[in-house]
C-alpha cells in the first residue's frame, strides 16, 4: 500500500474509534435521560414518524406540509423543554472530537481539518520511527565533559563555549515560533545531535509537530519516493511542512544533483514560510559547504541561520573510558 493510502488509512481507522466512542457517549447520556423522563422515548417516536411523513410527501409532491413540519418544530421545542428539567448528565452537542465534522471526516464535500491533521500526524510518526527522539534531553546534557582549558585558537574554553551554545538553545525553544534557524557545526562526537534532539523533546512536550531525521536516511527516502512511485510521494511536502525540522548529520549523505536540489527546497521553501529549522553537520568551513552543496543552498545555511560552532574532545570516547 501506497505511504498517501496507509497514512489516509490510518486517519479514517482514527476516526471511525472516535465516531464509536461518540455512539456510546450518546447512548449513555440517552439511556439516563429515559430513566429520570420516559415521556422522551414518546417524543422521539413521535419524531419519527413526522419525519417519515414529511418525506413521503416531498416524495410523493405534496406541498401542503405545513402542518407536519409545525408539529415537528413543537416536538423539539418540547424535547428541549423536557430536556431543561432532567439533571446534567452529558451534553449531547459536544459529544464528538471534531465539531465541524462530527466525526465523520469530510466537512463540506472535503477533508475534514481533523482528518488532514491525523494524516500530518502518520506522516511525521513515518519519518520520526527509528530516530532517538526519547534517548536526548536538556535534563541529561551535562557540561561536565567540555574542558575549561582555554583554546587559543577560539580564545575560549570549550565549557565555556558549550555553555552559551547550552544557553542558545533553550532561548530557541522559549521563543518558538519566532526562533532563528539554528546550524550546528562541529567534529563528531560534540554535543551537536544531543542538543538538538533536545530542543526536539522540549517542543513535543510543549504539543508542537518536530520531525528528526538523519540527512542520509531522508535523502534517500525522498529519492526513492521520486523516481519510483511519483504520485505517492509525501515524504518531502511533510518535511517542508512540519514545525520544526532538524536534518541531522548533513553531509554525510550521498550526493548528487537530486540531493543538492532537494536541499535547496527544503531550505528555501521553509526559509520563505518563516518555518524554523535545524542543521546539524560535522563539516566546520563554509568553503567545504559551498563545494558540496553550490552556493545557494551554502549561502543559505550560513546567512539564514544562527551559526554554532562546536569545539572540543570527542564526548563518546570519553564516556567509553
Keep these: 500500500m501506497a505511504n498517501n493510502d496507509k497514512a489516509r488509512q490510518y486517519a479514517f481507522d482514527e476516526i471511525e474509534k472516535r465516531r464509536f466512542l461518540a455512539i456510546d457517549k450518546e447512548a449513555s447520556i440517552r439511556e439516563k435521560e429515559l430513566e429520570e423522563l420516559p415521556e422522551l422515548g414518546r417524543i422521539d417516536l413521535e419524531i419519527s414518524a413526522v419525519g417519515a411523513n414529511l418525506v413521503k410527501g416531498i416524495l410523493s409532491g405534496d406541498l401542503m406540509l405545513d402542518h407536519l413540519e409545525a408539529r415537528m418544530n413543537e416536538l423539539e421545542e418540547e424535547k428541549n423543554r423536557l430536556r431543561s428539567k432532567i439533571k446534567k448528565t452529558g451534553n449531547h452537542d459536544k459529544i464528538y472530537l471534531c465539531p465541524k465534522c462530527n466525526d465523520t471526516g469530510y466537512f463540506k464535500n472535503d477533508l475534514c481539518s481533523c ?51 547550552y544557553e542558545t538553545c533553550i532561548e530557541f525553544v522559549n521563543r518558538f515560533p519566532n526562533s532563528d534557524n539554528l546550524l550546528m557545526m562541529g567534529d563528531a562526537g560534540l554535543g551537536k545531535t544531543h542538543l538538538a534532539l533536545s530542543i526536539a523533546d522540549a517542543l513535543i512536550k510543549k504539543g508542537h509537530h518536530v520531525i528528526y531525521c538523519s540527512a542520509s536516511n531522508i535523502f534517500k527516502k525522498v529519492e526513492s519516493e521520486y523516481f519510483e512511485d511519483y504520485k505517492n510521494s509525501d515524504t518531502l511536502d511533510t518535511l517542508k511542512a512540519a514545525d520544526i525540522l532538524i536534518i541531522d548529520d548533513l553531509g554525510a549523505e550521498y550526493i548528487n544533483s537530486f540531493v543538492v536540489s532537494t536541499l535547496y527546497d527544503i531550505v528555501n521553501t521553509r526559509l520563505v514560510e518563516k518555518k524554523s529549522t535545524i542543521y546539524t553537520t560535522n563539516i566546520t568551513k563554509s568553503p567545504i559547504l559551498e563545494s558540496r552543496y553550490g552556493e545557494k543552498v551554502s549561502s543559505r545555511l550560513t546567512g539564514c541561520c544562527r551559526l554554532l560552532f562546536f569545539y572540543g574532545d570527542d564526548i563518546r570516547i570519553k564516556n567509553k573510558g
Design 115 to 165: 482528518t488532514k491533521e491525523l494524516i500530518k500526524e502518520y506522516r511525521k510518526n513515518e519519518i520520526n520511527r527509528s530516530s532517538p527522539l526519547e534517548l536526548s534531553t536538556f535534563a541529561n546534557f551535562s557540561l561536565e565533559y567540555y574542558s575549561k582549558e582555554v583554546y587559543e585558537k577560539f580564545n575560549m574554553s570549550p565549557r565555556k563555549n558549550m555553555t552559551m551554545v
